[in-house]
């Protein structure tokens, strides 16, 4: 709902905040190595977890314990995401596989694994019915679940972020080459390419903004860059700090904007900008 926001790092723990206040509520311990990546369930009652100690997560908000924990990645836990009903977690590794979990059973093992990339992935997302996953093997790969067919899209560099465009149209990528692809979902047509930022190194994220009308890059220059989407010309360029930007999120609705570099998150958002709601 853009009330709350979750960070993890490499001091091995999760924190839960009130971005609007900049007050934390809760911190999470129990990864063994640092936490990479983490997510809310869609009634933030629930939050999953990976991390380079190999294992996937599943946290109780309230009472700040770890449910389950899930281990079968051989590799460091790159990206984890819920489903939409929040009773499948969804994890990405650098030993090249996707494995799908049931949040209900007690079983250990993995429901289902996606083995078809040949490198580490770097990110997955979920749509009602669709895995898409970036990976380091350069492909874009997009898992139909309910026509059981996956397509696949070359772009040749190593890719570290992906997302689905809100419409669902579309696929965003970005790569270590510095630059940004949009991509039509069915076809796999270039739709459009961005560039502008520094992106080499480090595994970067990218952003649809929440009216489709912008895409977005986080950059190792210390700056966010945002490209207008049908155009492709630059339209801002925001000065977060002096090291890489690591992470950006975008409110779900509203012109609001969550940067993480070197530590520290940073809020941007619209003058006009009036928080909906006031959590506790």
């Known amino acids: 709902d853009g009330n709350y926001c979750m960070t993890c790092g490499s001091d091995k723990t ?18 063994g190595y640092e936490v990479l990546d983490a997510a809310g369930s869609f009634d933030n009652s629930q939050i999953c977890s990976g991390g380079s100690d190999k294992a996937v997560a599943l946290w109780d908000v309230t009472t700040g314990q770890v449910v389950r924990k899930y281990r079968g990645h051989a590799g460091k836990v790159n990206c984890v995401q819920f489903n939409e009903e929040a009773t499948v977690i969804v994890s990405g590794s650098i ?7 049931d949040c209900r059973s007690r079983r250990p093992d993995p429901i289902q694994v996606l083995d078809e990339a040949k490198d580490g992935i770097s990110s997955v997302k979920l749509s009602g019915h669709e895995i898409l996953t970036g990976s380091v ?3 874009v790969r997009r898992y139909d679940l309910r026509s059981g067919q996956l397509c696949s899209d070359y772009i040749g560099s190593p890719i570290t972020s992906v997302c689905f465009s809100k419409d669902g149209q579309c696929v965003l990528a970005a ?18 390419e961005y560039t502008g930022h520094r992106s080499t190194t480090y595994r970067l994220d990218c952003v ?10 986080a950059s190792e220059d210390g700056h966010v860059y945002f490209w207008d989407l049908v155009e492709g010309s630059l339209a801002l360029s925001l000065p977060v700090g002096q090291g890489v930007v ?5 409110h779900p609705r509203l ?7 070197q ?5 941007w958002r619209e003058d006009s900008f009036q928080p909906q709601g006031d959590p506790d």
């Open 246 to 250: 690591q992470s950006l999120a975008f």
């Open 255 to 261: 012109p609001c904007l969550l940067v993480a570099t």
């Open 14 to 31: 999760l924190k839960l905040w009130n971005p609007h206040k900049g007050t934390a509520l809760r911190t999470y311990q129990g990864h």
């Open 175 to 192: 790569s270590l080459d510095s630059t940004l692809r949009l991509l039509d979902k069915d076809t796999g047509e270039l739709l459009g």
């Open 95 to 101: 030993d090249s596989t996707v494995r799908c979990w």
């Open 137 to 139: 093997d350069g492909r």
């Open 208 to 217: 649809l903004n929440e009216q489709d009308t912008h895409v977005g890059c």
């Open 263 to 267: 530590g520290q998150v940073t809020l």
